[in-house]
């Protein structure tokens, strides 16, 4: 009965201290609250904000512990009344708080024992005590007929005493009231036990205070010098002497320790086994239970994605190998992969930067997820590739369907970081298949089919085997194509520009040729667009350029009347992104000699567009080496006349659907005629490329188109059947009765560079 009245007098006092502390702390709180409110202007000056911050960093570390005792002496109280006099009690106030959160934090760092609330209850009550200290002193005037006056000594001693004693007296009551609460001891024997040995702070704060003040305001620098040395030498001294005191008291408590030591190690030896082996135990049981949380964080780890929180490609392997395995039993439980790219997401990192980068793959993530059935899983395979298995789906045309939807969904633009960005995907869809035995293949597919959507600019595209083929085709073609050079496959073809108007050769257009070893001649359709994907098509450029210049500078020697003879060059819009381009000019006209003005450069009108801006500038750049340059293709893009006349184009060449469209008796040439002006206007020279019939040639004349090339004057023709022609000197326009109709299978030739 006498341990349930004790437990619940410890509980009541318990009770009781918590509630004053929380009064305390509130009471605290109000005080700083105000005291901030009201700070005077003056407390902003430097010389405040310095007392602030020594009493921040430098007089935690000056904070003496008292010997047998729960106080600590700081010196502190010094600055709080040099701040009562020089700038009201406001400021002290605030200064008060902050000085005791900081000293707090430091004894509680080097040790010193702190109850959770006694932080804010010891900065409470110090702003209390200060706040009733501010009170009295500013009452006092009022109440008596004592008058402050600083600048006399007499005053400023009585106005720091009252103060001190103000100070000591409030801050010792708070302190004992607390520890009788808190311990049910007498607060008179607390107070005079623990309480009253703190007087020797605020006197010795007094003290400096005053000493501080007078050498600020009336002190010279010797003084304040001799007085800094006196004041340190005092401290240093009350210092060792408290470290003596407290080494001597640690000295007789650790004798006291260890025969308490020595006791109750023989009284508790025999309890020692049993403690030890439980302590073991849970040790033991505590061990095994971070090995299974720390296992099934690594099983978590080992499957999903660090940045998303996506299924990983570990853990999507197993997903489709399941599904494999479950559509081969039964063929019901269709389901389709979607394999998603995000497009020209590189762009985003290299301008926006990686922490943008990575929000963007996260946010894109969660949209995929939003637009799922539960039993979908949403996989991230590596960068911004995604993977999307759909369940219980039977048919390609349903995945299209949920394709088309998240494509809209992901394309919506959005806000990150003051950035408006907006993103877009490509997606290949692959159906299941009884062909399919690994997860390998399937997704291997679903990838060739997103490669497919992002060449033709669909959005997604559902695999077929066609597309298999085709796609292992452009792989070989790219493997063989990087040694064609090396093994002699490749070669020009050059086709004749003749002047429609007098019927003399001008030039040749040069064709790349590729004679696989194994396939045959490769059509210039098949691999020209992989040669620019690969990006084989800048170093094959530097060949064309330095094989057919060479060859030129050959030809120009056979006749004079072959001096001026030009030949032409395509560029693609892969090389003409570059200054390479510059280099590579250069380079060649300077191992072949010929004159800069015989070597023509042509690129298409969609190539001249793309970057209108910087082909300019980079157009000028040739003109200025001296090469001629031609717009190819003209009419099958979409040219600004803005930009147009500002390209330093010297020729236009018309696209072939142009010529081939024009009848018998030249109905359809409205649009020739057009074209023709319009290069007139801008002072180019007109070529017509295919042109395959007579009266195609006769309406062409009678527009004044100045050259044309195509299947009528002369095909294409290796280095050397071209070369015997030169010879022969044949009549480039043939008389209406001499021409052969050629056959439609014929009227299409292709470019050596297409952009």
Partial sequence: MNSLSLLGSAMSRQKISNLSKAAVISIGAACIAASAFVLPAAALSPGYLFIVLFSILIAPRMTLSLPRSKFAISFADALIFLTFLMYGGPAAIVLAAVEMLASCLYLRSKGFPFSPQMIPANVSINAIYTSCTFLIWQSLPTLTSIHFDSTKTASLITELGILALSQFLISSVLAATFHSLKDGSPFWSTWKQDCFSSSMTQIVGAGLAGLIFKLINYGDIVTSAIAFVALAAAYLNYRQSIGEINDAIAQV???????????????????????????????????????????????????HDSLTGLANRKNLWGVLSNLITEYKEDPSTAFQVLFIDIRSFKNINDSLGHSIGDKVLTIASKRFVRMLGPNDVVARIGGDEFAIVLRNLATAGKAQKVARRIHQNITQPFALSGNNISIDVNIGIAPCDAEYNTPEEILRDADIAMHYAKEKGNGFAVFTKELRHRFLEQIRFEMDLRHALERNELSMHYQPIVSISDGKLIGFEALLRWQHSEFGNIPPNKFIPVAESSGLIQPITVWILRETTRQLAEWQKIGPEYHDMMVSVNISGKHLGTDDIIDDVENALADSGIRPETLKLEMTESTAMENAEYTINLLNRLKQIGVQLSIDDFGTGFSSLSYLQRLPFDTLKIDRSFVYAVGENGENSEILQTIISLAKNLKMRVIAEGIETHSQLAVLQNLGCDYGQGYL????????????LLYQRPRWIPDADECEQPSPLNITEHRVLVS
Avoid: C, I, W, Y
């Fill in 253 to 303: 408590e650790s004798a006291e320790r260890e025969k308490a030591e020595a006791e109750r190690a023989r009284r508790v030896e025999a309890e020692g086994h049993a403690d030890e082996l439980g302590v073991a135990l849970e040790k033991e049981e505590m061990a095994n239970e971070a090995l299974r949380k720390s296992e099934k964080a690594f099983q978590h780890a080992a499957l």
């Fill in 713 to 724: 004057l002369a095909k294409p023709k290796s280095k050397e059947d071209t070369e015997k």
